[in-house]
């Protein structure tokens, strides 16, 4: 072991006995965290109006405060935005997440406060990393560099007057790094936060090629578009003939199971670990703490309270009366003034004890134009099935549905962009299709004879098709996402233009 990395473990081990209380205290956490929220928040405009200072429980909080989407929530957030003090969080906030993805033209701000940062994202990360060390005892994890993959777009003022500053939520992390966090990371702040992403990755390439890294971190798409290009200016044939010390990938975003064949291609090496997060522009709420299992065990006590709402039934509770296996709508309320706010993600419980998740999909990212329920953690099973039997790797995909008309019956209509076509594409198009059928019930009942939708259809597109699609919308790079499944045809019919 370095002498860096056996320092960092003395650092981080002081976070182990709180990690193992956290697990085992998630209810007594989760209210002790909100009582604070709402101790917190009381004297604000919002905790006024809804009369926090009389709120003692859950029950009366779910009965006098709404459950707020961005678009009912944002006359709250552009208060904050003018600089003005004590709306939704005692005194001002100077950090707003720039969140667009692709599925909306008009850019979301969400307040990041400076309690939020310490007691959520970074404390969030020193836990993630005491974990890592504690599963692997022969880490040299902090005796090289740590390249972040983050955001594309530069802090920049809002608001010069009032020193307001907006953009990506890795480049406001990245910013604000604390001193243990920001001695080995790589590279230097003014490339990291580049605009221009073609240029940054260039960049990029040019200067980690040559250093000792030990770990990456960031959006499993961006990391192969970065680790192809460094491939690509060296000349090797894998990554560890670049990075001979890399034992570490931390990522998010995406669902990483239909690319690990792909990175174990590229990282060709049974030491590499790979830990998911779900670390959001709104909070850090997850991470894996298991490497030998997928999900990810929810964070109760690091300042976000959480309540569910059932997707079928509609009713909201909180952590104390969920149970596994059912689709949630994920609601926070934090430390940075979000206050029951729907952040737009869909998840489920896999375990009770300790809580651990799984990230399902989005509420707005799904098919049911036939009642078939598709929803995006289907879709990624089944491409990593068809690809692991048809010997093919995907870079990223978008499906929608073709409705039906007259005699024509529906699909869903794919368009899928291979970095490794499959060997037999005829195949890969029933794989993926017999696959959705085994997974999804309401899938399988309305292909049965092709009764209300027939086989899918699926465009295969050369590599680099999607990234110049985002380009083309001025969205490439960061943590700008291809929508992947569309219930209207919005997004394909645009893309399939854009193929012509």
């Known amino acids: 072991m370095g002498a860096i990395t056996f320092l960092a473990r003395l650092f981080f081990n002081s976070r182990l006995k709180k990690i193992s209380k956290f697990k085992c205290s998630a209810i007594e956490d989760q209210h002790n965290t909100f009582l604070s929220l709402i101790e917190g928040a009381k004297k604000t405009q919002y905790g006024i109006k809804y009369g926090f200072n009389k709120i003692n429980s859950y029950g009366e909080f779910r009965k006098k405060v709404p459950l707020v989407k961005y678009e009912y929530f944002f006359s709250e957030i552009q208060k904050t935005l003018?600089?003005?003090?004590?709306?939704?969080?005692?005194?001002?906030?100077?950090?707003?997440?720039?969140?667009?993805?692709?599925?909306?033209?008009?850019?979301?701000?969400?307040?990041?406060?400076?309690?939020?940062?310490?007691?959520?994202?970074?404390?969030?990360?020193?836990?993630?990393?005491?974990?890592?060390?504690?599963?692997?005892?022969?880490?040299?994890?902090?005796?090289?560099?740590?390249?972040?993959?983050?955001?594309?777009?530069?802090?920049?003022?809002?608001?010069?007057?009032?020193?307001?500053?907006?953009?990506?939520?890795?480049?406001?992390?990245?910013?604000?790094?604390?001193?243990?966090?920001?001695?080995?990371?790589?590279?230097?702040?003014?490339?990291?936060?580049?605009?221009?992403?073609?240029?940054?990755?260039?960049?990029?390439?040019?200067?980690?090629?040559?250093?000792?890294?030990?770990?990456?971190?960031?959006?499993?798409?961006?990391?192969?578009?970065?680790?192809?290009?460094?491939?690509?200016?060296?000349?090797?044939?894998?990554?560890?003939?670049?990075w001979p010390n890399l034992e570490l990938f931390i990522h998010g975003a995406v669902s990483f199971d239909p690319y690990r064949s792909l990175f174990k291609d590229l990282i060709p090496t049974k030491k590499m670990n790979y830990l998911e997060t779900y670390n959001a522009s709104e909070g850090f709420f997850a991470f894996q703490d298991d490497p030998t299992k997928r999900e990810m065990v929810l964070l109760t006590n690091h300042g976000v309270y959480y309540e569910f709402e059932d997707l079928m039934s509609k009713k909201v509770c909180n952590l104390s009366s969920v149970k596994k296996n059912i689709n949630y709508a994920l609601i926070i309320s934090t430390y940075s003034g979000l206050w029951r706010y729907k952040i737009g993600d869909t998840i489920k419980f896999v375990s009770l004890d300790p809580y651990r998740i799984l990230v399902t999909g989005r509420t707005k990212h799904f098919i049911n134009a036939f009642g078939e329920e598709v929803i995006i953690q289907n879709a990624d099973l089944a491409l990593e099935k068809a690809c692991e039997r048809t010997n093919a790797s995907f870079y990223n995909y978008s499906a929608a549905p073709v409705f039906i008309t007259g005699k024509n019956r529906g699909a869903h209509e794919w368009i899928i962009e291979f970095i490794s076509e499959p060997n037999n594409k005829n195949d890969f198009i029933k794989i993926l299709d017999?696959?959705?059928?085994?997974?999804?019930?309401?899938?399988?009942?309305?292909?049965?004879?092709?009764?209300?939708?027939?086989?899918?259809?699926?465009?295969?597109?050369?590599?680099?098709?999607?990234?110049?699609?985002?380009?083309?919308?001025?969205?490439?790079?960061?943590?700008?996402?291809?929508?992947?499944?569309?219930?209207?045809?919005?997004?394909?019919?645009?893309?399939?233009?854009?193929?012509s």
Request: aromatic residues 10%; glycine residues 6%; charged residues 25%.
């Open 434 to 499: 017999d696959e959705l059928r085994k997974i999804n019930s309401d899938y399988d009942a309305k292909r049965y004879k092709d009764i209300a939708i027939k086989r899918p259809i699926i465009h295969f597109v050369k590599e680099g098709f999607f990234d110049k699609w985002l380009k083309s919308k001025n969205k490439l790079g960061g943590q700008n996402k291809v929508p992947r499944l569309s219930n209207d045809r919005k997004y394909l019919d645009e893309m399939l233009k854009f193929i």
């Open 82 to 242: 003018e600089g003005k003090k004590n709306i939704i969080w005692p005194g001002s906030i100077k950090w707003f997440a720039k969140s667009s993805g692709t599925t909306n033209d008009t850019s979301k701000f969400i307040p990041v406060s400076q309690k939020s940062l310490n007691e959520n994202h970074y404390k969030a990360g020193k836990d993630l990393l005491s974990i890592y060390l504690l599963n692997n005892k022969t880490s040299k994890i902090f005796d090289g560099f740590s390249l972040a993959l983050g955001g594309s777009k530069q802090i920049a003022p809002f608001d010069n007057k009032n020193e307001i500053f907006t953009g990506d939520i890795s480049a406001i992390l990245l910013k604000n790094l604390p001193f243990w966090a920001s001695y080995s990371r790589t590279p230097a702040l003014d490339i990291a936060l580049m605009p221009e992403w073609e240029n940054k990755i260039k960049m990029m390439t040019e200067i980690t090629s040559k250093q000792n890294v030990t770990s990456l971190s960031g959006v499993p798409t961006w990391t192969i578009v970065l680790i192809k290009e460094v491939l690509k200016h060296t000349g090797k044939k894998n990554i560890l003939e670049v």
